[in-house]
């Protein structure tokens, strides 16, 4: 919660994205964005249009002053519409909308599925691929997000993310966090909100990128 409010009140570009957000979004989002309550905030169908909004406000603010300076942008899972938006492949609008189905229909997916999410540091791949075997008997557990070589994101049912913590330490992990998250994102659980997204996504406007974007998929520079 507060989330933006500097920037709100201090520059008058990252204002007007805010004011689109409440016009575009309504449900109140500048408000629980600015002013909580944090358990409404961490619904993914909020925090999604929440970190998107903010996102696009910080680079309204700061875009005058990198013109002709960017080579390319990137982001990482929810921060690649940002990237998408800063490249020209839609505006902020048609995004906003976009960003807001995803997060309606992972919280969806969420509730009807359970599960979380964990940071685990100081373990390798091959030990974390150990780690979801461990835990097999308690439920499904996968690598999520390959943050760096330190630190993997596991991803999966709760109660496998519960007995994860024990079984990590046994393997020589440094820390095992749980993240703040409303479900088992990057996983085999977001199938439901991943099919549903690609039968929708041609019904919104998206144009070629006028700066390439290094795509999460491939890591690839793309424009179309």
Known sequence: AGMGLDWYEGNERANAI?????????GGLKEIMFNGPEE????????????FTMSCAVYEALKKNLEGKISYFAGHSLGEYSALF???????????KLV??????????????????????????EKIQLLCEAVKSSGYMTAANINSPGQIVVSGDI????????????????????????????????????????????SYHIRDAQTPVVANFSANEVTK
Do not use: C, W
């Open 159 to 202: 109660v496998a993310i519960d007995a994860g913590e024990a079984a990590a330490k046994e393997l020589g992990a440094k820390r095992y966090v749980k993240l703040q998250v409303a479900g088992a994102f990057h996983s085999k659980l977001m199938r439901s909100a991943a099919e549903s997204l690609a039968a929708e996504i041609s």
């Open 86 to 96: 800063a490249a020209g492949a839609f505006d902020f609008e048609t995004g906003l």
């Open 18 to 26: 805010f004011k689109s957000a409440e016009a575009v979004f309504g």
């Open 40 to 51: 409404k905030l961490k619904k993914t169908d909020f925090t999604q249009p929440a970190v």
């Open 100 to 125: 807001s189905r995803r997060g309606a229909l992972m919280q969806d997916a969420s509730e009807k599925a359970g599960g979380g999410m964990a940071a685990v540091l100081n373990l390798d791949i």
